[in-house]
């Protein structure tokens, strides 16, 4: 049995498709529940859902053989994985942000960058040799410019709606993120008979 | 009852756990000294200068530093194979020793998720080369998983020299083959095709090294992978592996094994063919080892090397992990 953990959310609904379209008996997961763990009526495959943001927590220590999560909470882990397939759904940008006369701010000596991915922004600035005060904020990060409690900020952008309704721009795109299919590092060869066929189908309908 | 706190990535073994630890390790004990292996017990503490003058896979960050009396610097055991190294060249006077030691080393960096204070059993061969003696250390590593109990494992190899060839070719420098290597240790082919056309590698070693991430499986993998270069070094390496699986397949050991040109270990101090052990339950490596020659030669003596560690911390887990799925 493979197991396979998937973020809680709309990810798990464009995830239920792919498998579906795989032969996979996913169903399952387009039902309205509220249980973590699900598995396919031949008990091939059991699905967990987590946070998004506990997915490579899962497949690294090996709880999940696979999971699915976005680009950007796997920069953002560092996780000691495999990564697989670029799923190419989901897609958006990791971003800087502000107002658009902070666009020469960019590169002023000491910038204060608001954040969920504080990892990611902190290896960002250190690989530019710059120094930046990184500022870890949970939500609502478009705010944090329009109180001035940071110059910019560093967030994923869709379709940049809410960074109109601020008076905000995009001033750097920096990283493209879609979905990501992941493996443990040791099931991949120890379940390889049931993780690569599956992978190569995947291939196919993305 | 009081409670007095661990630091981070360290733990007590109490006598349930201790007993099986203990166990293990005497078969493994027994093992190696039948295979003519004879037991080391290395300093805890070193100098500092020792590992941070010899070209090496122990990251600074990753020491337990401290200061001596005198002002040097020293650190804790952070490797085994670099002090029974140390041992062979300097202390031994012979030209080959088959030593094992059974020991902690401690990983400052560790800690969290990951253990700080890791229990391994090792051996380290020294002055035996060619691709025998490396089948023969792999086919032991196989040998000592089973004695201990394990029943669903792989060992998994591949060769430092097929990168390094790749690397060759490409006329990439040293700071971009270390980004790229993360990728390929990461199968990550997105990450990696965007920095080789950034670094401007060349095309042939382009889809190369692009291809590294999914040369894993079984023997045929070496095929795959000869077509793909006409780099000499990389090619040896090619061939010196599938030497390694005939003399695998003669020892009867070959189902337990698979390669994986894409696992890029550090280069820092690993030469040739190198191996890690797989057990199912377990989301990390149970054994690591491989061929580090030049090692030595760094301590003043040239003696080519292999070995091996097994973490046993990790193997018990993974029995665990089976007798729960009998169940």
Known sequence: ?206 | MRYFKLPAGVRDILPDECERLDAAEETLREKFKRAGFRSVRTAGLEYYDTFANIKSSVEQSKMFKMTDKDGNLIVLRPDMTLACARIAATKLGESGAKLCYFSNIYDFSAGGNSDREVAQAGVEIFGEEGALADARAVAFAIDCLKAVGLREFIVDIGHVGFYKGLLEESGLSEEAAEEIRGYINAKDAVNCEIALKRYGANEKAQTAILALSSLFGGAEVLDEAEKLTDNALALSSLAHLKKVYAHLKELGADKYVSFDLGTVKSLAYYSGMVFTGLAEGVGAPVLSGGRYDGLCAQFGKDLSAVGFAVGIMRVLRALEAEEAKKC
Do not use: W
């Open chain 1, 1 to 206: 049995m493979l197991n396979v953990a998937l973020a809680k959310g709309r990810l798990a609904d464009s995830c239920a498709d792919i498998f579906i379209k795989c032969g996979i008996r996913a169903q399952i997961l387009k039902e309205e529940t509220r249980k973590l763990v699900l598995e396919t009526p031949d008990k091939a495959f059991r699905f967990f859902f987590v946070k998004p943001a506990d997915v490579p927590t899962y497949v690294e220590y090996g709880i999940a053989d696979i999971g699915i999560v976005g680009k950007d909470t796997l920069l953002e882990a560092g996780a000691d994985l495999y990564e697989m397939l670029d799923l190419k759904f989901e897609k958006c940008k990791l971003c800087l942000a502000g107002f658009p006369e902070k666009r020469e701010a960019l590169a002023s000596p000491h910038l204060r960058v608001a954040t969920k991915y504080v990892h990611t922004a902190k290896k960002l600035f250190f690989s530019r040799g710059e120094d930046a005060e990184i500022i870890k904020l949970n939500g609502s990060i478009e705010l944090a410019p329009l109180t001035g409690l940071a110059d910019v900020i560093f967030d994923i952008v869709q379709s940049g709606g809410t960074l109109r309704a601020n008076g905000l721009v995009v001033l750097e795109e920096v990283f493209d993120i879609s979905a990501r299919l992941v493996a443990n590092k040791v099931s991949l060869k120890t379940k390889a008979a049931e993780i690569l066929p599956l992978i190569a189908k995947m291939k196919e309908y993305i």
